[in-house]
Structure formats: C-alpha cells, structure tokens
C-alpha cells in the first residue's frame, strides 16, 4: 500500500515544469541576443573592412593608371571642320585627360585606353571622383573629347567608375618640371603645356571623417617621361 502511494507521489509538479520551462527560454533569449550581437558586429567590422579596402584600392589605382601615362598626341576638331593637333595630357583642377596602358577593363596587359577623371557632386552632398575609360587608337580617337584645343569636360555615365565618394572636396594639381630640380616646380592648377608635369597630385578629404576608417590620403604619382610629347620616335636596327 506504501510503495503504491509512493509511486503515484513520483514525478515532476507543475510549478516545476515551468521553472524548467522559463529557465529554458531564459538561457535561448540569452543565447539569441549573444548571436544578435555577435552578427551586428560581424557586420560593422566586414563594412569597416570593405570601405578601408576601397581607399586602398583607389589609392591603387590612381598610382597605375597616372604612373602608366604614354606621351601621345592627339587629333582635335576645331572650326570649320579643321582638325589640329594637341597633346592628350591636358587638366584642370576638376578634370584630366591622358592616354594611359593601365586600365580597369584590361589592366597592365591590354591596350591603351584614354582616361577621364572628374570631379563630380555627390549624392547626398558632398563630391564624387570617377573616371571613364575609352579604348586609344591612335591620335584620331580623341576627336570626340576635344575641341579647338580644348577637352571636353567628363559626363559620369552608368560605367563611370567611382574611385572615391562623399568627399568634402577633390582636386588635381600639377607640379612644373624644372630640369635638374624636380622638387623645386611649383603646383598648378591647370595644365595645358605641351610638356608633362614631374608630378600630379590628388587632394581628396572626407566629408564625416570616421576616426575608426582608414583615412583618405592624397595621392602623389611622379612622372618619369621627360621626352617631348610632339617628338617622333625614330626606330633603329
């Protein structure tokens, strides 16, 4: 009779079961938030990654594709049909144009292409730099960008590539060779010479810089070609 009733005692009670149930949910909410948490973070530290990768990148790319600069003539319409000569290389402090053999498409390997930059406004304020790239064949493929002398200013397109977003501003300067004294030439504003300057300069600052990004830098690229543009080469066996 003892034994039955001590079997019928046995169990777990209500009041139990629900002190399990709660302790359950209590530690799979702990659980969620700890993941919840581990994710938010995940996620901030991808995006910190990916934006200090871009400024890399296009600090990259500025370098290769000013460094990769050709000194190349070009045809330009002018007035009544007529259609001179100018050298490609030709900037002002929102623009350049330059027939470069590094590009985005095709990298160090393919064929020259000319480039554009410009500074453009941004979505949401501030400015934008981009660059487009179309493919040199000779000095009459840049008679659609110039015009009695002068370039054209750059129009962004869809496949206008952005190097660099929401800045607080963006320039080009162009430093004057001085021959026997590189570091002497002051910095111009805009360049239309027929000679090539011993450096190009970008200027770029954020408009909210992020102490916890890595930060824009302005981006020096020396010039090392100090032929003539207009000279002719002369091939000898």
């Given at each position: 009779m003892?034994s039955?009733r001590?079997?019928?005692q046995?169990?777990?009670?209500?009041i139990?079961?629900?002190?399990?149930?709660?302790?359950?949910?209590?530690?799979s909410?702990?659980?969620?938030?700890?993941?919840?948490?581990?994710?938010i973070?995940?996620e901030?530290?991808d995006?910190?990654?990916?934006?200090?990768?871009r400024?890399m990148?296009?600090?990259?790319?500025?370098?290769r594709?000013?460094g990769?600069?050709?000194?190349?003539m070009?045809?330009?319409?002018?007035?009544?049909?007529?259609?001179?000569?100018?050298?490609?290389?030709?900037?002002?402090?929102?623009t350049?144009?330059?027939?470069?053999s590094?590009?985005?498409?095709?990298g160090?390997?393919?064929?020259p292409?000319?480039?554009?930059?410009?500074?453009i406004?941004?979505?949401?304020?501030?400015?934008?730099l981009?660059?487009?790239?179309?493919?040199?064949g000779g000095p009459a493929s840049t008679?659609?960008f110039?015009?009695?002398?002068?370039?054209?200013?750059v129009q962004?397109k869809?496949?206008?590539?952005?190097?660099?977003?929401?800045?607080?501003?963006?320039?080009?300067?162009y430093?004057?060779?001085i021959?026997?004294?590189?570091?002497?030439?002051?910095?111009?504003?805009?360049?239309?010479d027929?000679?090539?300057?011993?450096a190009?300069?970008?200027e770029?600052?954020?408009?909210?810089?992020?102490p916890a990004?890595?930060?824009?830098?302005?981006?020096?690229?020396?010039?090392?070609?100090?032929?003539?543009?207009?000279?002719?080469?002369?091939?000898?066996?």
């Amino acid at each position: 009779m003892r034994s039955a009733r001590k079997q019928r005692q046995a169990g777990v009670t209500l009041i139990e079961l629900m002190i399990a149930i709660t302790l359950v949910a209590a530690i799979s909410t702990g659980m969620l938030m700890a993941m919840r948490t581990s994710l938010i973070t995940l996620e901030k530290v991808d995006a910190r990654l990916q934006s200090n990768r871009r400024v890399m990148g296009a600090e990259q790319i500025l370098a290769r594709q000013i460094g990769g600069l050709m000194p190349v003539m070009g045809d330009c319409a002018g007035s009544g049909g007529a259609v001179g000569r100018f050298p490609v290389f030709n900037g002002t402090a929102q623009t350049l144009h330059l027939v470069s053999s590094y590009s985005l498409s095709e990298g160090a390997r393919g064929y020259p292409h000319v480039l554009e930059f410009q500074v453009i406004p941004a979505d949401g304020g501030g400015w934008r730099l981009i660059v487009n790239e179309y493919l040199y064949g000779g000095p009459a493929s840049t008679i659609p960008f110039c015009l009695n002398g002068v370039f054209l200013p750059v129009q962004a397109k869809p496949e206008s590539f952005v190097l660099a977003d929401r800045l607080a501003y963006c320039r080009f300067l162009y430093r004057q060779r001085i021959p026997g004294a590189p570091a002497a030439g002051a910095w111009e504003t805009i360049w239309s010479d027929i000679s090539l300057p011993a450096a190009v300069r970008i200027e770029m600052e954020p408009l909210r810089p992020d102490p916890a990004q890595l930060p824009l830098v302005n981006v020096t690229v020396p010039i090392h070609i100090t032929r003539e543009v207009g000279s002719a080469y002369a091939d000898t066996l």
